[in-house]
């Protein structure tokens, strides 16, 4: 029976000696047999870029090119092609060959070694290639060396690679999506590739570099190296619907193919086709499936939000909403000079989030204080969110202190421009309502629509903070969950304050040794651990004899 592999061969009636003859001669065959040692039972499903692919990595193999990046989307057989396949293939025609292999974590580069050790070690490899042995003993996860002295060491992106040298550089997925947002971490990643990686090519002028990855961002490890130095890399770009028509000429075994791809057509109909890529693309939001489905990291349109995404809400649509949340984004200083602080209020009905109102405003602490409380109190809020950072910190510490019991600390995990994706993506779903008319609307509007190019960006980081919340926390469950845990610490709270203390006239409220601060009520009288009650009592408080 003939393997599932051989399908494509079927027609010529290939015998087993020539399939082999075949594998080893063509590095297409081989991809397809690879793909079945690591896939035993899936259908191999060949594809156009598959082979414009294949003949770029042995245009390179010639030297007749010395620089490739491909720009490809996820689930594109990149990484078995490429840090697997190709791989396997140099080190079976030339087992002499060292290869340092990139990726963005040490265990995505583990598990492409060792899916490469696999192939290496299958019968049908070593039966291809006789003389390609690895050597026994002391051999890592993720390294390996051959007999005759190559090799493949995998690494990180920013990993040690002290006393490694090669002839051939591949880096498959730089950076993680996550990731390619942050300045900081594409600039470390990007100097890293270029002042460390580039270096430990034995031969400068002969050693090859490969980098496949899906585009993240205008300035990330492709965008990076076309400004720096235009024309060094041939580029493949591989978009996951094509944004123009396409012509590609390429080799196969039995001859040279043509593929001509009109635009808007998927890049591999049979295994994501456009209703598929559409899903997609309303899940990830425009800016996203932009960068890493379309090799294109800039929407055609613009900036990360439209005025065309959000939806219109009358009065009536939103009585009697599920809860209402405020976010407020507080400003180091006031002054003519710096940000406003910024309050955005939101009403949530099921999975739809209607903008009530904005309230910004350049304040002094105090009177940021006072507008706190006001605000909550104009619109009913069941929770107020602030900032655990800058002035939002000490804004919190003292409106518990005075009892407002709303508030909500948030301490942001990601940096502004990652998080306002996110939010992006729940206004392009249409699931954030706007009032129809308002005199902050137009403000807020162009500041949105604007971001990142905007002076100011306070209404963007309030609403990205509201949203976000909302998404992740924000549902009922969630918000039951919080107020379950906030019963739980005033328990616990209660429990560990057994000193019963009467504190001085005129003092409001009196700090812990770890920071903690006790409001100080009309009758002076605050519970205290065993451990502050000493303090307070240097401190001029009266210790009181319990009465629970």
């Known amino acids: 029976m003939i393997p599932e592999y051989m399908q494509h061969f079927h027609r010529k009636k290939v015998t ?42 042995e245009d390179l193999r010639r030297g007749d090119e010395r620089r490739l990046a491909v720009a490809m989307p996820p689930r594109s057989l990149k990484s078995i092609i490429i840090s697997v396949a190709w791989v396997a293939w140099l080190l079976g ?43 026994q003993g002391r051999q890592s996860l993720a390294n390996f ?30 950076m993680k999506p996550s990731e390619a947002l942050s300045d900081t971490e594409r600039n470390t990643a990007n100097n890293w590739i270029q002042h460390t990686l580039f270096t430990r090519l034995n031969d400068k002028r002969t050693g ?60 591999h109909p049979e295994r994501e086709p456009l209703e598929v890529l559409e899903e997609q693309r309303r899940l990830l939001g425009s800016m996203y499936f932009s960068a890493q489905y379309l090799q294109a990291p800039v929407p055609v349109e613009g900036n990360l939000v439209k005025r065309a995404w959000f939806r219109d809400y009358q009065p009536f649509e939103i009585e009697h909403p599920d809860r209402i949340i405020q976010s407020w984004d507080t400003a180091s200083k006031a002054g003519q000079v710096n940000d ?40 009913k809020a069941d929770l107020v969110l602030i ?52 005199a902050w609307l137009d403000v807020y509007l162009d500041e949105l629509c604007g971001f990142p190019g905007m ?34 610490k005033r328990e616990a709270w209660h429990k560990d304050r057994t000193v019963k203390m009467r504190a001085p006239r005129g003092v409001s409220h009196f700090y812990g040794i770890d920071g903690t601060c006790y409001p100080v009520g009309a009758d002076r009288i605050l519970w205290l651990t065993e451990q502050d009650a000493a303090g307070a009592m240097a401190a001029g408080f009266v210790r009181l004899p319990p009465d629970r």
């Open 387 to 438: 900032e655990d950072k800058g002035s939002g910190e000490g804004l919190l510490q003292v409106l518990r202190a005075e009892g407002f019991g709303k508030c909500r600390p948030v301490l942001p995990e990601r940096d502004k421009a990652s998080r306002f994706v996110t939010a992006s993506a729940m206004i392009e779903e249409g699931r954030v309502y706007l009032p129809h008319s308002a």
């Open 16 to 57: 087993y000696r020539e399939f082999d003859a075949l594998t080893r001669l063509h590095f297409a065959v081989f991809v397809q047999r690879v793909f079945a040692e690591l896939n035993p039972g899936v259908s191999y499903l060949d594809n156009f870029h598959i082979h414009v692919i294949n003949e770029a990595l």
């Open 208 to 267: 090859r570099i490969v980098l496949v990855m899906q585009r993240l961002h205008l300035d990330d490890a492709i965008g990076n190296l076309e400004e720096k130095a235009p024309g060094t890399f041939r580029l493949l770009s591989f978009p996951a619907i094509a944004l123009e028509d396409e012509v590609h000429d390429y080799a196969t075994p039995f001859g040279r193919l043509r593929h001509l791809r009109k635009e808007g057509e998927a890049l």
């Open 455 to 488: 002076r100011h960006d306070d209404q963007v980081d309030s609403t990205s903070q509201a949203l976000n919340f909302l998404l992740e926390e924000g549902n009922p469950g969630g918000i039951f969950h919080y107020y379950r845990q906030e019963h739980e």
């Open 340 to 379: 406003y602080s910024v309050c955005t209020t939101w009403a949530a009905k099921g999975d739809r989030y209607y903008l009530l109102d904005v309230h910004r405003e350049r304040l002094e602490f105090p009177a940021l204080k006072y507008r706190v409380v006001d605000q909550a109190d104009r619109f």
């Open 145 to 174: 060396e051959t007999t005759a002295g190559g090799g493949r060491f995998s690494t990180s992106t920013g990993g040690t690679l002290t006393g490694f040298g090669a002839e051939w550089i591949i880096l498959d997925d730089p």
């Open 93 to 135: 025609h030339d087992p002499g060959q060292k290869i340092i292999c990139v990726s963005y974590s040490q265990e995505l580069a583990d598990k492409l070694a060792s899916d490469c050790r696999q192939v290496m070690q299958s019968d049908w490899y070593q039966r291809l290639f006789p003389k390609t042995r690895l050597r």
